[in-house]
Nanobody
Framework: QVQLVESGGGLVQTGGSLRLSCAGS????????MGWYRQAPGQQRELVAE???????NYADSTKGRFTISGDFAKNTVYLQMNSLKPEDTAIYYC?????????WGRGTQVTVSS
């Protein structure tokens, strides 16, 4: 059973930076793709960024130029470097992976950006 554990969330001031990490376990094979979603209170979960095993990346318009996703597929680990954070980035951030046609989710890590 694939398990994902996120870390690196916290409280930061506007303009600050955070780096999220997500480590996957439960398989010796590499994931097909890895990514991050977020969900703010009262809002739907939305894509933040994703990366494929071929290292193609996709970002939400709201995060382009500020966030950078990277992955170590040999270790089934994905990172999200978040710079120039804004209060509207406040949300629970979820790690997600696609593995053998199944999408798996982490439990989430809280990111709070104070103004």
């Amino acid at each position: 059973q694939v398990q994902l554990v996120e870390s690196g969330g916290g409280l930061v001031q506007t303009g600050g930076s955070l780096r999220l990490s997500c480590a996957g376990s439960g398989t010796i094979f590499t994931f097909n793709s890895m990514g991050w979603y977020r969900q703010a209170p009262g809002q739907q979960r939305e894509l933040v960024a994703e990366i494929t095993r071929g290292e193609s990346t996709n970002y939400a318009d709201s995060t382009k130029g500020r966030f950078t996703i990277s992955g170590d597929f040999a270790k089934n680990t994905v990172y999200l470097q978040m710079n120039s954070l804004k209060p509207e980035d406040t949300a629970i951030y979820y790690c997600t992976v696609l593995y053998r046609l199944v999408t798996y989710w982490g439990r989430g890590t809280q990111v709070t950006v104070s103004s």
